[in-house]
């Protein structure tokens, strides 16, 4: 009998989730595409929609605060989602 991979019985099954951000426009994107893969390999149920995929301004932000109205409300809806993803694996 085999054992399971390094991790893979303590993640197998819980929610997880990917956002990424980036001063140019596609460098989240190939990130997040190495991180999904590595994330279905060992099991964790990823959320798939909605993606995220943010070009970083610093205009949007002050130190930990998102001061850009449209990023903020994007953010929101992005973290209800999750909270709702989590729910429907519990």
Do not use: C
Not at 50 to 73: C, H, K, W
């Amino acid at each position: 009998m085999g054992q399971p991979a390094l991790g893979q019985e303590f993640l197998d099954g819980q929610a997880g989730a990917i956002v990424g951000a980036t001063p140019g426009a596609v460098g989240t994107a190939a990130g997040q595409s190495q991180l999904r893969n590595v994330a279905q390999a060992i099991g964790i149920a990823l959320m798939v929609h909605p993606e995220i995929y943010l070009s970083y301004r610093e205009s949007q932000f002050s130190g930990p605060n998102v001061t850009d109205d449209g990023l903020a409300q994007l953010l929101n809806g992005w973290v209800d989602s999750f909270a709702d993803w989590i729910k429907r694996l519990s």
